[in-house]
């Protein structure tokens, strides 16, 4: 398999650039043994950060580690610069915030470029990383590579709602995206807030037989009863499927990728539910109840609408960043029932969406590194709770002033770091920020630094009113591993699945269906064409050693 960063250059520029290159790594033999304290890690950084080497933090830590580290860093063209350096073998110590892919890590691993992370994954060597993956079986399982063995250190912000004191930990992108409803125009028609999607769709009728957007100012026959974009992250129609059994959430995995109570993994494309509710929503976008531009309108044109206040009921991930002005009249409108009088009538359910994906392309320790071990105990301190709440924003005594009565350290005001600093605090933030390994475990909100009220406000409806919802929380990790055969599978159906399963649900909501024959003819066409069944095979398999890797 041919790697992502060699095919960015010419044989040409990797030539033109050879000199500069190995003037700065020396060779591609060990730069030191066992005695090397002197490091260079080359990487990436924020186009807004002041560098390293001035980081108080990142001095401390060198220090008591006893290493020095020269930070060869670029805020572009680096991948340009990494594959420079691969393809010619001269190797820095490590990369740093490289962000290599899985086939990246597997390719480089196997080719020993980065050498096995596993010896020194311990308690003796990075006693808080292994504490972490004691407690955490599923970060290993995220980085253990198909050969069993580790290439780089974990990085993953695990921001979910044990942050809140839940027993589960569900991070915040579980639900992408909720559904609001206009209250004011509910209360105005005298009507209640739906519980199906009976009553639903009733609502949404007289929202648009009253023109009720007029209310805010708007011209005749400019309300849109119910508006989204069509399969977006956080903005689709995805929430209306809750009544007939599932949401499909996109995710990085595949369009629709679902794990059943048994383990067994599906696409809901292809269940007899699926087929039921575009055939369902068809009616409500024959009827006019659904926003006609939602197959191609931009996010800009959706937040117009919202803004506008010519909207009843839309999905969103936060209702303020569409409504303006407007964000007042509306409240949470939780997971609706199927519509009332069929098979799904109580039915209700919302599946989760996969945490945010634990990488490991952000820490590399490549062969040209003669003491990995002094190394990695140097990288064991950016495991540490308090230090990693520093590197993710800024040191203390800069963006943390003091801790509250809970011993929680709390955010500098924007009005303090102007006074003290000439900048905001956005502006600290992004000039301390330190791209790299980094772990922001659940707990460290509890405990270590403070979470913003949104934050804490999306958990805290998250797990009382939608989580309820999710009978079975299963979910399709983003952070699988593949082997090199898998992966070739995924790249030769994948995109060809996606697409039909995006065209075809698209059509059967505009124009209705689908028939028989043509839910038949598309099940073949998956299967024959698009190779579910061989995706079903290879997604099953990664799945299954994730899992026992985890157990």
């Known amino acids: 398999m041919k790697h992502t960063f060699k095919k960015l250059l010419s044989a040409a520029l990797a030539l033109c650039l050879m000199a500069a290159v190995l003037t700065s790594c020396g060779g591609n033999g060990k730069r030191g043994g066992e005695d090397q304290t002197d490091f260079l890690i080359v990487g990436g950084m924020s186009t807004l950060s002041s560098g390293y080497d001035s980081n108080p933090v990142m001095e401390e830590m060198a220090e008591k580690a006893g290493v020095s580290i020269e930070w060869d860093l670029m805020t572009d063209s680096l991948g340009e610069r990494v594959g420079v350096l691969i393809g010619g073998g001269e190797f820095p110590d490590a ?28 308690p003796e060597i990075m006693p808080n990383l292994s504490a972490i993956l004691e407690e955490y079986p599923d970060i290993r399982s995220a980085i253990t590579m198909a050969d069993g063995k580790i290439y780089g250190l974990p990085s993953a912000e695990m921001m979910g709602t044990a942050a809140i004191g839940a027993q589960d930990n569900y991070g915040i992108y579980s639900v992408p995206e909720f559904m609001y409803i206009n209250k004011t125009w509910l209360d105005d028609l005298g009507l209640s807030m739906p519980t199906n999607l009976t009553e639903l769709h009733d609502v949404l009728v007289a929202f648009k037989e009253n023109d009720m957007a007029t209310k805010n100012g708007n011209a005749a026959g400019m309300t849109i009863p119910f508006s989204s974009g069509y399969d977006q992250w956080c903005w689709g129609q995805e929430m209306l499927y809750a009544g007939f059994g599932f949401t499909n959430f996109t995710n ?24 039921d509710a575009v055939t369902y929503i068809h009616d409500w976008f024959a009827e006019g109840l659904m926003d006609l531009e939602m197959f191609s309108q931009s996010q800009s044109q959706f937040i117009a609408k919202g803004s506008a206040g010519r909207v009843g009921v839309l999905t969103y991930w936060e209702a303020p960043e569409i409504l303006g002005q407007y964000a007042d009249d509306y409240v949470f409108l939780p997971p609706l029932k199927g519509p009332a009088g069929t098979e799904y009538a109580d039915t209700c359910e919302v599946n989760i969406r996969a ?11 490549t062969s040209a590194c003669g003491n990995p071990e002094l190394l990695c105990r140097y990288f064991d301190q950016w495991y540490d709770g308090e230090t990693v709440m520093q590197l993710q924003y800024a040191p203390i005594g800069i963006y943390y002033t003091e801790k509250d009565a809970n011993g929680v350290w709390q955010v500098i005001s924007d009005e303090e770091a102007q006074s ?16 790299g390994p980094r772990l922001i475990l659940p707990e460290y909100y509890n405990h270590i630094f403070y979470m913003e009220d949104r934050a804490t406000e999306r958990l805290q409806y998250l797990e009382n009113d939608w989580l309820p919802y999710a009978h ?4 399709y990790p983003l952070d699988v591993t593949f082997t090199a055969e898998e992966l070739e599978v995924i ?4 995109a060809v699945f996606v ?10 909501i505009k124009d209705g269906g689908p028939s028989d024959q043509e839910w038949s003819d598309y099940l073949s066409v998956l299967e024959d064409s698009c190779g579910m069944n061989k995706l079903l095979a290879v997604y099953q398999d990664a799945y299954d050693r994730y899992m026992a890797a985890a157990e």
């Open 499 to 508: 697409s039909q399963v995006s065209e075809a649900e698209g059509r059967w």
């Open 252 to 275: 990085d995995v595949c369009a629709d990728l679902m794990v059943d109570e048994n383990g067994k993994v599906y696409f809901a494309s292809a269940q007899q539910n699926y087929r």
């Open 491 to 494: 790249d030769r159906y994948k």
């Open 95 to 122: 990369f740093i915030a490289v962000n290599f892919s899985q086939s990246d890590i597997a390719e480089y691993g196997e080719d020993e470029t980065f050498i096995d992370l596993t010896p020194y994954i311990t």
């Open 472 to 475: 079975n929380k299963n979910f």
């Open 355 to 365: 945490n945010p994906a634990v990488t490991s392309g952000n820490l590399n320790i």
């Open 420 to 435: 003290k600093f000439g900048k905001s605090a956005g502006e600290l933030k992004s000039q301390y920020e330190v791209y």
